[in-house]
C-alpha cells in the first residue's frame, strides 16, 4: 500500500484543480489526498498565493502552509532573517524561527528604538509585519485557525500585493558592514507580503540613531536603523517643526541641523 503522508508540496494551482464540469479526477487534487493521505494530520505546502484559495477544499485534518526564504546575516554564522506580512490569515512560525512585532519607545536618555517582542505562541497576527529570525535558510509558516489579536503601536506594516514605498520607508538588509532597517526611496517597488519600517523622525532625531532590541535578549545581530547614506536627508522642517517639501527662505531643520537658506 502506499505509505503515509504527513505533507505535500505543490508548486502551482493547476495540478491540484478538478476543472469545472468535469467528471474525471485524474491527476487532481483530491486524488493527491485519496486513501490513506486524508487518515495523517498533513500539511499542504503551497506558495504564499495560493492560501486559502477558494476552489480548493482541504480535508478537516489538512492544513495550508507556505515557506519563506531567510537570509544569513554575514556578521553572524547561523543567524538567518526575514520579514513577512499578511492581512488575510493568521500563521504559526514552525522549525525553530520565532516571529517579532516592532513598537517605538522612548529610552532613559532621551533615545529612541525599535523594541522588538516575540509573538504570543509564535503566531504572527493577520495584518501585522514581523521580523522573523532563526537558525536556517528555510521558514516553514502554517496556516493558523485561531484569531490573534493584533500588536498595538506595531511599526511593521507591509501589502499582499506587490506595492510602492511610501516616504520614510524602510527595509531590511545588508549594508555598512552590518544588517539592519536601512532607507529605502519613496515610490520604489516593495514586493507582495514583505514587511517594512515606517518611522517618521521627529526635527532633531535622525533615523540613523534609532537603535533595535530584542526583548528576549536572544537576538544578536541587528544592532540599529540606519539611513542608506549618512549625508540623504530624511526630512525637511521648518523651526515650528512643519514639514516641508523643499527647502525655503530663512531657518529649515535638515537633518536635525538648522540650514540657513538666503
Known amino acids: 500500500g502506499c505509505d503515509k503522508l504527513t505533507s505535500i508540496e505543490i508548486a502551482n494551482i493547476e495540478s491540484m484543480v478538478v476543472e469545472e464540469g468535469s ?9 493527491m489526498l485519496a486513501g490513506t493521505a486524508m ?15 477558494t476552489r480548493i477544499t482541504l480535508p478537516s485534518n489538512w492544513q495550508w502552509a507556505t515557506k519563506l526564504k531567510a537570509n544569513e546575516d554575514p556578521d553572524n554564522d547561523g543567524n538567518f532573517y526575514t520579514t513577512f506580512f499578511d492581512s488575510r490569515f493568521d500563521y504559526k512560525v514552525e522549525n525553530g524561527f520565532k516571529a517579532y512585532t516592532g ?19 509564535k503566531i504572527i497576527p493577520k495584518g501585522d509585519g514581523v521580523i522573523i529570525h532563526g537558525g536556517s535558510g ?3 509558516l502554517t496556516v493558523s485557525n485561531g484569531s490573534a489579536e493584533r500588536v498595538d503601536g506595531n511599526v511593521l506594516p507591509g501589502s499582499d500585493t506587490d506595492t510602492t514605498a511610501p516616504d520614510f520607508c524602510y527595509i531590511l538588509s545588508y549594508g555598512q558592514q552590518r544588517l539592519g532597517f536601512y532607507k529605502y526611496e519613496e515610490g520604489k517597488a516593495l514586493s507582495a507580503h514583505k514587511a517594512y519600517l515606517t518611522y517618521e523622525p521627529v526635527p532633531g532625531v535622525l533615523a540613523k540613531a534609532l ?17 542608506d547614506s549618512a549625508n540623504s536627508p530624511i526630512g525637511i522642517y521648518s523651526v515650528s517643526g512643519v514639514r516641508l517639501n523643499k527647502l525655503q527662505k530663512g531657518i529649515n531643520i535638515v537633518n536635525g541641523k538648522k540650514v540657513l537658506v538666503k
Open 23 to 31: 467528471t474525471g479526477r485524474e491527476n487532481s487534487f483530491h486524488d
Open 39 to 53: 487518515e495523517t494530520n498533513g500539511v499542504i505546502i503551497a506558495p504564499i498565493e495560493m492560501m486559502g484559495d
Open 103 to 121: 513598537i517605538i519607545t522612548n529610552t532613559e536618555d532621551d533615545e529612541r528604538e525599535l523594541r522588538l517582542t516575540a509573538t504570543p505562541n
Open 138 to 140: 528555510e521558514v516553514l
Open 211 to 227: 537603535r533595535m532590541v530584542f526583548v528576549d535578549d536572544e537576538v544578536d545581530g541587528i544592532e540599529s536603523i540606519s539611513s
